[in-house]
């Protein structure tokens, strides 16, 4: 079993920055994947960002160039940086994890970005 917990949400102004953190429960550097979802009001939920074990990083078009997403292993926990945030950001944003063919998922944690 694998627990996620994020953290790091809340209500920023258009252009701002907010950066999420996700702790796992066992050492991630198993872990095959290791991503951010989102799910904006009323929506599908959508895959924001993932880092694989091997460090290769893919990003949603829309938040390319803006989001970083990073793993730090030693720590146990992934990272979703996010920059000029846009009010179309707003969402539930959800930590993933992808180890031994399941996939876990946190609480999620809710993200606002509006003046």
């Known amino acids: 079993q694998v627990q996620l917990v994020e953290s790091g949400g809340g209500l920023v102004q258009p252009g701002g920055s907010l950066t999420l953190s996700c702790a796992a429960s066992r050492r991630i550097f198993s872990f095959d994947v290791m991503g951010w979802y989102r799910q904006p009001p009323g929506k599908e939920r959508e895959l924001v960002a993932q880092?694989?074990?091997?460090?290769?990083?893919s990003y949603l078009d829309s938040v390319k160039g803006r989001f970083t997403i990073s793993r730090d292993n030693a720590k146990n926990a992934v990272y979703l940086q996010m920059n000029t945030l846009k009010p179309e950001d707003t969402a539930v944003y959800y930590c993933?994890?992808?180890?031994?063919?399941?996939?876990?998922w946190g609480q999620g944690t809710q993200v606002t970005v509006s003046s």
């Open positions: 880092v694989t074990r091997g460090g290769n990083r």
């Open positions: 993933n994890a992808l180890f031994v063919g399941t996939d876990y």
